[in-house]
């Protein structure tokens, strides 16, 4: 059988709205509330180096409004580390960061940057913070998170959803079935895939329905739908799609 299919709602662009006008509406602590009421399983949020969107009280508001565990993405800095070690999320995510991208724009080089990473992760995991690592579904980038000791990895599916969106079926079947194969073999060797990014309800079942991942982690989308749905809406649609697709 399928292992269940957990969903991580990531809430950064309610903050983004928010922010955009400087004062507290909407806040991102109703929308944990609501993602919890609705099934959700998990909050996410990104604490970016700029604060563009979550901030930094964000986080433990979100924690208090919630018994949903915090996956907190974060760049492998000491700043964000000794932020993860003083609020002990559930898990954290370590993410590549560039202060000019608009969002997370590709996998970390996990493989390249090995020495750098191994103190952050081992910190993390030493304060039971369960580490993930963002990457590219590659056999390089599987083997730097086997060498790391990390618990789970996050495959970036923003290719995957960039193809799907300039209609090339050929190029979309090639990402999933990367995903696919990387999902398998990290399960083989005892990690935990996960995958988010650039999931809609058009793209998320093909993804959704490959075994071995635990856990999509889906904002942007989400957020942009509830504008139009509810939150609430967008979010049990998204559960339907992914139960669905199992
Ligand atoms: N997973 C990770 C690690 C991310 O950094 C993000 C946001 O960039 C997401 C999932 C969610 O992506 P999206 O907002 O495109 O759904």
């Known amino acids: 059988m399928n292992r269940p299919l957990r969903l991580g709602v990531n809430i950064d662009h309610v903050a983004t709205i928010r922010n955009a ?24 949020a990104h604490l970016r180096e700029d604060r563009r969107h979550i901030r930094d009280e964000d986080l433990r508001r979100i924690q208090d409004a919630t018994d949903l565990p915090l996956n907190l993405e974060m760049a492998a800095t000491d700043e964000m580390l000794a932020i993860a070690l003083a609020h002990r999320p559930h898990a954290a995510c370590i993410v590549p960061e560039k202060r000019e991208e608009r969002t997370t724009e590709g996998g970390l080089d996990a493989a390249g940057q090995h020495n750098h990473l191994q103190r952050y992760v081992d910190s993390l995991r030493e304060a039971d913070i369960r580490v993930s690592l963002f990457i ?11 060498r790391l000791g990390v618990p789970v990895v996050e495959f970036h599916t923003g290719e995957y959803a960039h193809a799907q969106l300039d209609g ?33 309800y058009e793209n998320v079942q093909p993804i959704a ?10 904002g942007h989308y989400l957020v942009g739908e509830a504008v139009f749905v509810g939150l609430e809406e967008a979010v049990r649609r998204m559960r339907d799609l992914m139960d669905e697709a199992r």
Do not use: Y
């Not at 006008?21 to 919890?36: L, M, Q």
């Not at 590219?136 to 086997?146: G, I, K, N, P, V």
């Open 168 to 200: 090339d079926s050929e190029r979309t079947a090639r990402e999933l079935k990367r995903i696919a194969d990387m999902a398998a073999l990290a399960s083989k060797n005892g990690i935990e895939p996960h995958a988010g990014h650039g999931l809609t």
């Open 136 to 146: 590219e579904a590659s056999e390089r980038q599987l083997d730097a998170a086997l």
């Open 21 to 44: 006008r400087g004062g507290d509406h909407p806040d991102p602590v109703r929308a944990a509330e609501i993602v919890a009421s609705v099934g959700g399983d998990g909050i996410t």
């Open 209 to 218: 329905a490959i075994p071995q991942l635990a856990e999509l982690n889906i």
